[in-house]
């Protein structure tokens, strides 16, 4: 996946001081490049402070319509736009504010966070981007049957030891802990003469791939061919599937707090008769 998936939401700053020359608290973003419609994550911001000495303060959190230059928060349900914090000297704290993307909306949102100590306020300012899951992977090019076995889910991957792994599938009603190494199975059976595959998959917003390495854990394609490398999307081909059951992995980190879409992925077979399968969408919880 290109770095840019591994870097943070783009943010710029302004500092505005009254009475000191250097701001006491610093804040910064900690937010994927991208959500999806439905998604409701808690945006994270990251404050520190470099005095020597207790500070408290107010923070405030404004979302804006990049294109229709309005206010959001209502509609983004930003109802924990105001909060207060305590640092000690030192000392570093995250700060959430949760929202809720609307179903409806896709395109670009401005976020301006103001810090306030006294009569000192501090601006960070950035962006995040709305985008449709459906359209995060190329169009088949042409008309493929909905015939396919097959099945995907998320398994989360604990390490007891060096030679010991516990894996426990992630249901709608678990939390996983930020961090947690998560990988998404996929399972599917070719019951056709010697076939290929094109596997399409959108990323969740709230995981983040660890490498770029695909585990098979039940057959071997003669080759796999990964497509252009894309900063919302997984894609690649499978070339020399035999008939039979096939199930590989994709290793991610629960990344970013919040309840995110997994949204479906398609997988188009040709060699035999063109056919697709397109999974269910799912969520996961972070926390």
Request: hydrophobic content about 40%; some cysteine.
């Amino acid at each position: 996946m290109r770095t840019c998936l591994l870097l943070l939401a783009f943010v710029w700053s302004a500092i505005t001081t009254a009475g000191h020359s250097q701001f006491s608290v610093a804040a910064s973003a900690d937010l994927p490049a991208f959500f999806y419609p439905g998604d409701q994550p808690k945006l994270q911001f990251l404050l520190a402070n470099n005095s020597g000495s207790e500070q408290t303060g107010n923070l405030q959190l404004e979302l804006f319509d990049a294109v229709k230059k309005q206010p959001v928060d209502g509609w983004f349900y930003n109802q924990l736009a105001n909060q207060y914090f305590t640092l000690a000297a030192g000392e570093r704290n995250a700060v959430r504010f949760p929202i809720t993307i609307p179903n409806l909306f896709t395109g670009k949102v401005f976020w301006q966070l103001t810090v306030r100590i006294d009569t000192t306020h501090q601006l960070v300012r950035g962006y995040f981007d709305v985008r449709d899951a459906d359209h995060q992977t190329e169009a088949a090019q042409q008309e493929y049957q909905r015939t396919m076995k097959g099945g995907i889910g998320l398994i989360a991957v604990n390490k007891q030891s060096a030679k010991s792994v516990v894996e426990q599938a992630i249901t709608a009603f678990s939390t996983q802990p930020v961090d947690q190494p998560v990988v998404l199975r996929m399972a599917i059976y070719i019951n056709q003469k010697m076939d290929s595959c094109l596997v399409l998959l959108p990323l969740s917003s709230g995981l983040q791939p660890t490498g770029n390495n695909v585990q098979f854990k039940k057959g071997k394609p003669t080759s796999i061919v990964q497509k252009s490398k894309s900063d919302t999307a997984i894609s690649m081909m499978l070339y020399g599937l035999a008939p039979g059951p096939y199930q590989w992995d994709y290793p991610f980190t629960a990344r970013y707090p919040g309840e995110f879409l997994v949204p479906s992925c398609r997988l188009l077979l040709f060699n035999a008769t063109r056919r697709e399968y397109r999974t269910a969408t799912s969520s996961i919880l972070i926390d």
